[in-house]
């Protein structure tokens, strides 16, 4: 259970908000009272937050007056606390207090699968669904989304300048489509681009992207497919007919000359070790 838990590392950081509480913005933008293992813990952050919400000094007297009105003070461990010796550099200690936080989610997730699945006998359905909700909710507690800092934006935007840069005149500066038209009109897909390829029915749309996939395993890229309607099989079926210009129609009822097969076998092999990895689950969603 130690391994879940780091009462020190707790104390630190509580203290160092103590001894310096123009970190405490800093700090409660990373954690959640719940993160804390020791629950006089939580109650001294959840003291903090409401001393901050309130414009009230951070300190000892005023936490002290805090915990009392809330009837959660506890003498020893306040001791313990500001006995503990405050950090200049926090970061790793948030990093360390939140991993086991999550790790303690888990367990307890863990518990309450057995308990639904054994006790309650619930549906698999319901129980996997359920797993899904909450293993969804702990992954959103241990991301971090805060504003970034305009120090941080600029040297981003320097690197990613000095990258173009090293580029010299070339048109292509981001992914490769596969196709050089597309290419010289969009510079390549860039890093983070939401790219949406829209058009009617049967317009060839999946041939498109699965072109643009099959250059981009070809450069010995990992492409990752997410197929909300069509097979896996089909998919490859569909890539397969690209990369041996055989029809996509003999493909499907396996009509084929000697030299066809050849074609394909190799084709097989190769796209075999390529880093493509399909989801043809169905139930993917932009989040």
Known sequence: ????????????????????????????????PHDFYLPFHQH??????????EEKPIDEE??????????KFDEVAMLDLLSANPISNTAAYLTEIKAKSSKRALATLATEIKKV???????????????????????????????????EITLSMMDEINRLKA???????????????LNDRTSGFGKGDLV??????????????????LKAIERNEGVAFFSLEMPAEQLMLRM???KTSIPLQALRVGD??????????????????KKLFVDDGGYATIH
């Open 1 to 32: 259970m130690e391994n879940m838990y780091n009462l020190n590392i707790e104390r630190a950081v509580l203290s160092a908000i103590i001894f310096d509480p123009e970190i405490y913005e800093e700090i409660a933008a990373k954690l959640s």
């Open 44 to 53: 001294v952050f959840l003291s903090m937050e409401e001393l901050s919400r």
């Open 62 to 71: 005023f936490l002290r007056a805090k915990l009392i009105a809330l009837g």
């Open 117 to 151: 699945v054994i006790e309650d006998d619930l549906p698999a359905e319901e129980v996997m669904n359920l797993v899904e909700k909450k293993l969804y909710e702990i992954t959103q507690n241990n991301t971090n989304e805060d504003f970034r800092e305009s120090k």
């Open 167 to 181: 580029l010299g005149n070339s048109k292509l500066i981001g992914t490769d489509t596969g196709f050089k038209n």
């Open 196 to 213: 949406i390829i829209a058009a009617r029915p049967a317009m060839g749309k999946t041939a498109l992207v699965l072109n643009m996939a």
């Open 240 to 242: 397969l007919s690209a």
């Open 256 to 273: 084929l000359r000697d030299e066809q097969w050849s074609q394909l076998a190799a084709a097989t092999d190769d796209i075999a070790k």
